[in-house]
Nanobody
Framework: QVQLLESGGGSVQTGGSLRLSCAAS????????MAWFRQAPGREREGVAF???????RYADSVKGRFTISRDNAKDTLSLQMNSLKPEDTAMYYC????????????????????WGQGTQVTVSS
């Protein structure tokens, strides 16, 4: 099993940047595919970005060109660099991990991930 702990959330103005981090422990991190999800009040949790164990990535259309997902297997960490933030990016952000269901075609499905962090809040004001 893997334990996940997010950090780096906060409040910024439109156009600002934040960098989220997710520290993993308890398993061979490099073997897991990882993703960032977000959930705004009253809305379903949605996939934001995905990175496989080989480093290949996928992004939601709404964040392409603004967000960058990366991983450091030596430090067991996952990151999400968020630039040009918009009010609609306001949400609780979660990192997620999967060991056996790493299909890039369905990376955005919450059911593919067995492990979740507790979330970190991102608020973007206009």
């Amino acid at each position: 099993q893997v334990q996940l702990l997010e950090s780096g959330g906060g409040s910024v103005q439109t156009g600002g940047s934040l960098r989220l981090s997710c520290a993993a422990s308890g398993a061979t991190y490099s073997a897991y595919c990882m993703a960032w999800f977000r959930q705004a009040p009253g809305r379903e949790r949605e996939g934001v970005a995905f990175i496989d164990s080989d480093g290949s990535t996928r992004y939601a259309d709404s964040v392409k060109g603004r967000f960058t997902i990366s991983r450091d297997n030596a430090k067991d960490t996952l990151s999400l660099q968020m630039n040009s933030l918009k009010p609609e990016d306001t949400a609780m952000y979660y990192c997620a991990a999967s060991r056996y269901h790493c299909y890039s075609a369905s990376w955005y499905r919450t059911a593919a991930y067995a492990y979740w962090g507790q979330g970190t809040q991102v608020t973007v004001s206009s």
